[in-house]
């Protein structure tokens, strides 16, 4: 499973769902919003106002969500 986060250059939450998908030993693909105009109208298409929006096969979220990352791992590793 592809899992890709969009974010933006200075976000602490993006920070964190980094740190948080590193820690579950979980790969995934950053998209820089502001360097990618088609990734951002895909968020926003989305129905997203903020990041990081992370996107996990037919799953989707948006902030810092642990408990997201947690039940991801626990998929992941079934």
């Not at 890709?4 to 820690?23: D, E, F, G, H, M």
């Not at 895909?42 to 948006?62: K, L, N, T």
Request: proline share 4%; glycine share 4%.
């Amino acid at each position: 499973m592809s899992v890709t986060v969009y974010s933006k250059p200075s976000c602490v939450q993006c920070n964190a769902t980094y740190r948080a998908l590193k820690k579950s030993d979980i790969d995934y693909n950053v998209i820089d919003v502001t360097e990618d105009q088609d990734a951002f109208d895909r968020v926003v298409a989305m129905g997203y106002q903020q990041v990081p929006v992370v996107i996990a096969g037919d799953e989707h979220w948006s902030g810092f969500r642990p408990d997201k990352i947690s039940s991801l791992r626990v998929r992941l590793s079934a």
